[in-house]
């Protein structure tokens, strides 16, 4: 049985890949940490992510908890995922991170690090967000520079981020593909006399409101015509059950920096 170390177990998406876990019968939580301080710090894990008591307690030794794993499971901050790549190096553990907010730097540091560990890194586990970005690849390559781009992503009021990093992703995706630079044609805010939209301009707009849990709507604008793709997340869910299928395919794959594209075998 594999065994899954969870980051962020007090957390929203924590408690429901603790959830998940204890739904497989292919993975079992070997530990279960949270950031130093924090209030679920010391109590049953199983009991924090409301399915009752499970045995595992909460703790923040990041160092001992580790090694109780096969593959580390991380939801927490950007901010701390490279010393929980570097400390799954040191310990030979694979590692997920589903954390979004990455600057550049952060990214390259990751990347560097990758070289002596398996880790897949990716904004969003969604098998559905994950099989859009695969199909706006396409979409953009055929449609060229007849069709204004514009996305749009919506999200709960307590996300922290924005763009989603699963917006930008998307944006990346399509700049990639329309060969425009998305750090010169991102357009974020629009407000008061702007003039025309330029051609190569891609739109990234955010909106957060409530307890939505994620949308994201991309547009492709003709002259005579539109095509509207859109992926609406019900519940978190679907992202741990994603974060799962990473967990037991990259346990098997030599060192190296990956993403779900590389999970669901969508590139090529």
């Known amino acids: 049985m594999l065994k899954a170390v969870v980051l962020g ?4 998406m924590g408690g429901r890949i603790i959830t998940m876990i204890a739904q497989s019968d292919v993975i079992e939580l070997g530990a279960a940490l949270e950031k130093a301080g924090h209030p679920t710090i010391g109590k049953d894990a199983g ?32 901010s701390a995922a490279l010393e929980h790549v570097e400390l799954a190096a040191a310990t030979g553990k694979a590692i997920v991170i589903g954390s979004t907010g990455f600057s550049s730097e952060e990214i390259a540091a990751i990347e560097k690090q990758a070289e002596k560990v398996r880790c897949v890194l990716s904004p969003n586990m969604s098998v559905g967000v994950n099989l859009l970005f695969k199909v706006l690849e396409t979409v953009a390559g055929i449609l060229g520079d007849d069709y204004d781009v514009e996305i749009v992503e919506t999200h709960h009021n307590l996300k922290k981020d924005a763009p989603s990093g699963t ?21 974020y805010e629009r407000k008061g006399m702007i003039g025309e939209r330029s051609k190569k301009e891609i739109g990234i707009q955010t909106i957060r409101a409530g307890d939505i849990v994620g949308e994201h709507l991309v547009l492709f604008a003709g002259g005579s015509e539109r095509l509207e793709f859109i992926h609406r997340a019900h519940s978190r869910d679907n992202f741990a059950r994603g974060a799962l299928r990473a967990a037991q395919w990259i346990v098997t794959k030599n060192n190296g920096l990956y993403d779900m594209q590389d999970v669901l075998g969508l590139k090529g």
């Open 167 to 187: 917006a930008m992703r998307m944006a990346q995706i399509i700049a990639t593909a329309l060969a425009r630079n998305l750090d010169e044609v991102g357009v």
């Open 9 to 12: 177990a007090g957390g929203r």
């Open 47 to 78: 009991e924090v992510a409301g399915i009752g008591r499970n045995g595992i307690i909460i703790g923040d030794n990041l160092a001992a908890g580790f090694p109780k794993g096969d593959v580390v499971i991380d939801f927490t901050h950007h």
